[in-house]
């Protein structure tokens, strides 16, 4: 079992930067795939970046060379570090934790981007 809880959301002006937080408790959490995915309103979850146990990580299009992701797996944590925000990006960010030992997600924390 794994429970995931996400900081480090809020309101920023576009252009601006947060940096978002998954802490983990649980024993699976440093061989699992962990990753963020968002969801603004009226639109489906979607994928935004995840990175493996090794430190292989993928992004979507979209936020390729704004956005890194980063995990320490000895603190069992994970981060999402956004820059050159744009209000598109305004949306509940979730982190998720997935693997052969179970799927994880936290509660999601809301960013807001304005223009």
């Known amino acids: 079992q794994v429970t995931l809880v996400e900081s480090g959301g809020g309101l920023v002006q576009a252009g601006g930067s947060l940096r978002l937080s998954c802490a983990a408790s649980?024993?699976?959490?440093?061989?699992?795939?962990v990753g963020w995915y968002r969801q603004a309103p009226e639109k489906q979850r979607e994928f935004v970046a995840s990175i493996t146990s090794g430190g292989i990580t993928n992004y979507v299009d979209s936020v390729k060379g704004r956005f890194t992701i980063s995990r320490d797996n000895a603190k069992n944590t994970a981060t999402l570090q956004m820059s050159t925000l744009k209000p598109e990006d305004t949306a509940v960010y979730y982190c998720r934790n997935w693997g052969i030992w179970g799927d994880y997600w936290g509660q999601g924390t809301q960013v807001t981007v304005s223009s």
């Open positions: 649980g024993s699976f959490f440093s061989i699992n795939v």
